[in-house]
């Protein structure tokens, strides 16, 4: 069974920084690009930031560039999100999500598997 588990989500200030992982497990995401998405309440899931399989490749919404930094440990199947200098606008749910296609999107339906997510909140 394929699982995607997000963690490190909180109640944080404006300014603050979290860092979020993402687990995968039942095949291999080597050769996946990995993603993050959020969706705020009343709000579409968009993109935040993408890694190709090779870690060489990386995207970012104009909202997160110079902030957030995705990573990938393909030894230990796992993503990883470190944001920084957090907004009261960067509160959502966050969800971490595989194509397998390595297509590098920035588009949800893109996207084969994806986690549960996990609540950010950034207060002022």
């Known amino acids: 069974q394929v699982q995607l588990v997000e963690s490190g989500g909180g109640l944080v200030q404006a300014g603050d920084s979290l860092r979020l992982s993402c687990a995968v497990s039942?095949?291999?995401?080597?050769?996946?690009?990995m993603a993050w998405f959020r969706q705020a309440p009343g709000k579409r899931r968009e993109f935040v930031a993408a890694i190709s399989w090779s870690r060489t490749n990386t995207k970012y919404a104009d909202s997160v560039k110079g902030r957030f930094t995705i990573s990938r440990d393909s030894a230990k199947n796992t993503v990883h999100l470190q944001m920084n200098s957090l907004k009261t606008e960067d509160t959502a749910v966050y969800y971490c999500?595989?194509?397998?296609?390595?297509?590098?999107?920035?588009?949800?339906?893109?996207?084969?598997?994806w986690g549960q997510g996990t609540q950010v909140t950034v207060s002022s």
């Open positions: 039942g095949r291999s995401f080597n050769r996946d690009t």
């Open positions: 999500a595989a194509d397998p296609r390595n297509g590098f999107s920035v588009y949800v339906a893109s996207y084969d598997y």
